[in-house]
């Protein structure tokens, strides 16, 4: 079992950076695909970044370059850094995890989720 808590989120004006961040609780933590995944208004949920237990990344295309996801084993903490944000990049944000050797961007994947954390950028 794992619990995610998610923070960070905010509003920023188009251009600016933002940093998420997501704190797990559970001892398997480190072994497992971590992501983040967003919602926008109207609009399914879509995968955003994942991270697996080697460190390897997928990104969506849309922000290939300006978001970068990382995770902190020793704190238990995995963070989304988003820098150049666009309007379009308003959604409600969510961290996930499952279990390891199937990591994508596939929210249907992902078993345990974090409550999310709204970011809304103004153009």
């Known amino acids: 079992q794992v619990q995610l808590v998610d923070s960070g989120g905010g509003s920023v004006q188009s251009g600016g950076s933002l940093r998420l961040s997501c704190t797990a609780s559970?001892?398997?933590?480190?072994?497992?695909?971590m992501g983040w995944f967003r919602q926008a208004p109207g609009k399914g949920r879509e995968g955003v970044a994942t991270l697996n237990r080697e460190h390897d990344t997928r990104y969506i295309d849309s922000v290939k370059g300006r978001f970068t996801i990382s995770r902190d084993n020793a704190k238990n903490t995995l963070y989304l850094q988003m820098n150049s944000l666009k309007p379009e990049d308003t959604a409600m944000y969510y961290c996930?995890?499952?279990?390891?050797?199937?990591?994508?961007?596939?929210?249907?994947?992902?078993?345990?989720w974090g409550q999310g954390t709204q970011v809304t950028v103004s153009s």
């Open positions: 996930a995890a499952r279990p390891p050797f199937i990591c994508t961007l596939t929210p249907a994947d992902f078993t345990y």
């Open positions: 559970g001892d398997t933590y480190s072994t497992y695909c």
